[in-house]
């Protein structure tokens, strides 16, 4: 291993409410300590930041200036830890698109967002991500003005796309590099993390450096990470769980980031034992998938310490078997995009039915109210609408006045959810208003997949909904009335989906139906369709 790389102080200049500062701190903390783990590279927290460092003189060399926004679609990497931790350093915003999204999907956030600097992995899952945006041969993405570069991590250069040796070649002294980070205020936006609804276009959740160090250090103060952990993030990054509750609370803590680009579970098994890892955040999916690996009694898991999940309900034999067999600690949480990715967390000490039924106490000087359809509160026990005031709740959605007027009132962010308190305060989350459901991991919005099912000529309307899986927690149903004198196969359908939308998204079952019903307004009832069954 490189020996460490000593720089002059930035500690001292830098504000411990913004995520160049927090860099700083761990650097100087723990110069040594290993910072991250990605294959063959290792670097130390000193190491890393002078890479860092080194990225954020790129950036203000290619002129990037304070608030401009940079996008990154790639997987887990170092790169990614240093292009984002550079981005920010030089004032950017940070824009994650997710790896598995197709060209639509992530066009709209760039759009939004106008972002200035694209960073992408060539060929990662053997995907063309610039050619999935439509760049021609002259290398021009059509209805994308702002956006001035693509960069690629590891592909040759070619007409539109750079290499990161050429997008630095302008890279300015360290000095003016370490002003600019010096200059990053807790109140910057730094992160845009696009969330959809139940209506219209994703939006653009913004979160500002302070928001997110706060909320961060409250959560690693509840979960019980710390130094010397050794931390698997196969969360991935564009997902707040694996770039906040991940590369973030390391950060904060000083632990080290062992990278793992998708789940895989021999691989994983390998790495746990291999890297000693000691704390592996992530989705139900992801526990039951281990516990019943063939061949997991062969590796030496010993080292696992702490579990990290959430969802709106665990089975109590769930946690217990992880308590077991895997981790002795487990703590759930639960969280939006909203709430800058965390609103409650239970704590190592919880028993498992605590752990396994509610999703913990409020974080540190956040606050949860359950209230019912007048706004009232409503008492410990009783089913409301879950409200959520605090410094983690958004600083708005992007240039969208109206919807942040609609979602956050009075300073209470109207989460969309139902659930309950009990008199201890733990939060239990018993429905979703807003029909979200949640496919390994990730949120799915019904009415973007409705959108897209309603291109296909053959549909005349459609209702999707989260159905029961056994391991993927939910899966999407979508029921399909069909225009008149049209036919299409469920099959058809499905396809027609994958070509336009992530694959989690992508319904894995199709029914249909002579109707669908309806409010009186005129809007898909999906909890009926939920109720209704396959056929």
């Keep these: 291993m490189a020996s460490a790389v000593r720089l002059p102080s930035l500690w001292g200049v830098m504000s411990e409410l913004t995520i160049p500062g927090v860099l700083a701190r761990a650097a100087e903390g723990s110069p040594d300590a290993e910072a991250v783990v990605d294959g063959d590279a290792r670097v130390t927290y000193a190491e890393l930041r002078e890479r860092v460092r080194e990225a954020t003189g790129a950036f203000v060399g290619g002129g990037v200036r304070p608030g401009d926004s940079i996008a990154i679609w790639a997987p887990n990497s170092l790169s990614w830890i240093v292009t984002v931790l550079g981005a920010m350093g030089a004032g950017a915003t940070l824009v994650p698109l997710n790896t598995r999204f197709k060209g639509d999907e992530a ?3 760039l759009s939004k967002a ?35 570069a693509v960069v690629t991590f590891n592909g040759p250069a070619r007409p539109g796309v750079v290499t990161w040796d050429e997008f630095a070649g302008k890279s300015v002294p360290g000095e003016e590099a370490d002003a600019r980070a010096a200059a990053v205020g807790p109140g910057d936006v730094a992160d845009i993390l696009f969330t959809s609804g139940t209506t219209g276009r994703p939006k653009g959740v913004m979160c500002t450096h302070e928001q997110n160090v706060r909320t961060y250090e409250a959560w690693t103060a509840r979960t019980g990470l710390r130094a010397g952990d050794r931390y698997l993030i196969v969360n991935p990054m564009f997902h707040s769980f694996g770039y906040k509750a991940g590369v973030l609370t390391c950060l904060l803590k000083g632990a080290t980031m062992v990278l793992q680009r998708t789940f895989d579970v021999p691989e994983t098994l390998r790495m746990i034992e291999q890297e000693k890892i000691t704390v592996l955040p992530g989705p139900p999916t992801i526990y039951t998938s281990l516990l019943d690996a063939p061949g997991r009694d062969a590796h030496d898991l010993s080292s696992l310490r702490l579990a990290v999940t959430g969802a709106a309900d665990v089975p109590v034999a769930l946690v217990r078997r992880i308590r077991t067999e895997l981790f002795p600690q487990v703590v759930t949480a639960y969280g939006l995009t909203e709430s800058s990715g965390t609103v409650s967390a239970c704590s190592v000490d919880d028993d498992d039915e605590t752990i396994a039924t509610t999703c913990g106490r409020p974080i540190a000087d956040v606050e949860v109210a359950i209230v019912d359809e007048k706004g009232e509160r409503v008492p410990a026990g009783t089913d409301g609408e879950v409200l959520v005031r605090g ?37 239990t989350i018993t429905g979703r208003s807003k029909e979200m459901f949640v496919v390994g991991g990730f949120n799915v919005y019904p009415a973007e997949v409705e959108d897209v099912l309603a291109r296909h000529e053959a549909v005349a309307e459609s209702g999707v909904v989260g159905i029961p899986d056994a391991r993927m927690g939910e899966v999407g149903r979508a029921y399909v009335r069909l225009r008149p004198e049209q ?15 992530a694959n989690f998204k992508v319904p894995r079952e199709v029914v249909f139906v002579d109707d669908l019903p309806k409010t009186a307004s005129g809007k898909v009832r999906r909890v009926e369709l939920r109720e209704q069954g396959p056929a």
């Design 107 to 109: 066009r709209w956030p």
């Design 391 to 427: 410094y983690n709740v958004m600083s708005g959605y992007l240039d969208d006045p109206e919807a942040t007027a609609e979602t956050v009132r009075d300073g209470w962010l109207d989460t969309g959810d139902r659930g309950r308190l009990d008199e201890r305060g733990n939060l």
């Design 487 to 501: 036919r299409a196969t469920a099959e058809e359908l499905v396809a027609h989906c994958r070509e336009l939308l």
């Design 114 to 148: 106008r972002v200035k600097v694209l960073f992408v992995e060539d060929g990662f899952l053997g995907i063309d991500y610039p050619g999935m945006l439509g760049m021609d041969e002259s290398g021009t993405i059509p209805g994308l003005p702002e956006l001035q």
